[in-house]
């Protein structure tokens, strides 16, 4: 082999093993998703596609969101597999969590749906949540509870608020 070819090689050769030393330590360090990951990424997906027959339902209410996601399945705008959480497959194919009565008006950090907690909690993972804004990101038990109380107590606040 010429001094060329093993210089190739060799280049090659560091290159891949400095990605596997960040892999390694992005892996270590959070950055990457770990074992598990693919239910929370599947979850993730679903919701994002959910998000987009959502907003097509709105665009068409005058913002307003459906009552239920059965809704948007009965329209022909998401098919049913895709309200049953992936993460509760096998278990007891539980639906994503939803929340009525929001509209595209609403703060953008408002959840509109999230994953079933049980399972989430049962192996201590962040829950992926839907907001307003169509943001799907993954929160802890407890910022989830106090979440959803702000969104109640804002939502309470706007009713009664004087016209």
Avoid: N
């Avoid at 278990?91 to 595209?104: D, N, Q, W």
């Amino acid at each position: 082999m010429s001094v060329r070819g093993k210089l190739v090689v060799g280049v090659c050769l560091f290159v891949l093993a400095a990605v596997a030393i960040m892999g390694l330590l992005w892996q270590r360090w959070g950055l990457l998703p770990r074992r598990g990951s693919q239910e929370v990424w599947a979850d993730a997906s679903q919701l994002h596609g959910m998000y987009d027959a959502l907003h097509r339902y709105a665009t068409t209410t005058g913002g307003r969101f459906p009552s239920d996601l059965q809704d948007l399945v009965d329209m022909g705008l998401l098919p049913e597999k895709m309200i049953r959480c992936y993460s509760a497959r096998g278990a007891a194919e539980e639906s994503f969590r939803y929340v009525p009565g929001y509209s595209l008006a609403d703060p953008a950090e408002t959840i509109l749906a999230f994953s079933p907690p049980a399972f989430y909690e049962a192996k201590g993972w962040a829950l992926p949540i839907l907001t307003v804004d169509g943001t799907v990101t993954a929160i802890g038990h407890e910022e989830l509870r106090r979440r959803l109380a702000e969104d109640q107590r804002r939502r309470r606040q706007a009713m009664t608020a004087p016209s």
